[in-house]
């Protein structure tokens, strides 16, 4: 059962305009939601979390959203960056413990 | 300092080796992991360490053993391996490995295995 989903593998933005990736999930008891960023040969780099009790949290360039009633999240960046070519996880730690399931994880790639 | 460092960043080994993978990190951090990453796949945790004692084992094979000298190093002993354990092994820390409070892993680099 895969409680973390993120159904795009791969998503291509411009330059400058907005990249938002999502993330899906099951288990309405995740306490937050991370994402992380991994580039090749990488380990996963921390950008931004949210806690289940707030809906927005923003930090410079990234923004994260929750929309618990649909048990979505999404990471809007703006403006978009070559340098933000990446692959984006979202994570939650399973409930009672401190074990992340992370998604799939979708491919960013920005043209210049 | 806030990094997470793993050595080596590449091993090749054959089936018949015995080699130890390294982690160290001097956050503070009570809590050390291990995953493992193939290629297009999340990572996927194989154990946990907690205040140097083994808490998790997701069912791990016995090829691979864990070991938690001190709260700043975490290695992991391969033995017999065979060519599917190649992967990329990642070695992560946080502050603790309490459930009820928000925590975030620091990554290291991890290290490119290829079993021969």
């Known amino acids: 059962d895969q409680q973390v989903k993120q159904n795009s593998p791969s998503l291509s933005v411009q330059e400058g305009r907005i990249s938002i990736l999502n993330c899906d999930y099951t288990?309405?008891?995740?306490?937050?939601f991370l994402w992380y960023k991994k580039y090749p040969a990488e380990g996963p780099t921390f950008l931004i979390s949210i806690s289940s009790i707030k809906d927005k949290n923003e930090d410079g360039r990234f923004t994260v959203f929750l929309n618990k009633s649909a048990k979505h999240l999404s990471l809007h960046i703006v403006p978009s960056q070559p340098g933000d070519s990446a692959v984006y996880f979202c994570a939650a730690p399973a409930s009672g413990t401190y074990k992340y399931i992370f998604g799939t994880g979708t491919r960013l790639k920005v043209l210049a | 300092d806030t990094e997470v460092t793993q050595t080596p960043k590449h091993l090749v080994m054959g089936m018949t080796n015995k080699k130890s993978l390294k982690c160290e990190q001097h956050?503070?951090?009570?809590?050390m992991y291990w995953y493992k990453q193939k290629a297009k796949k999340p990572p996927e945790l194989m154990f946990v360490y907690s205040y140097e004692k083994l808490s998790i084992n997701e069912s791990v094979p016995s090829r691979f053993s864990p070991e938690c000298p001190n709260s700043s190093l975490l290695n992991l002993h391969l033995h017999a391996l065979q060519p599917e354990d190649s992967a990329l092994y990642l070695c992560?820390?946080?502050?603790?490995?309490?459930?009820?409070?928000?925590?975030?892993?620091?990554f290291g680099p991890g290290t490119r295995l290829t079993v021969l």
């Open positions: 956050m503070g951090h009570r809590a």
């Open positions: 992560a820390s946080s502050q603790d490995a309490t459930s009820s409070s928000y925590n975030e892993q620091f």
């Open positions: 288990n309405s008891m995740f306490d937050y």
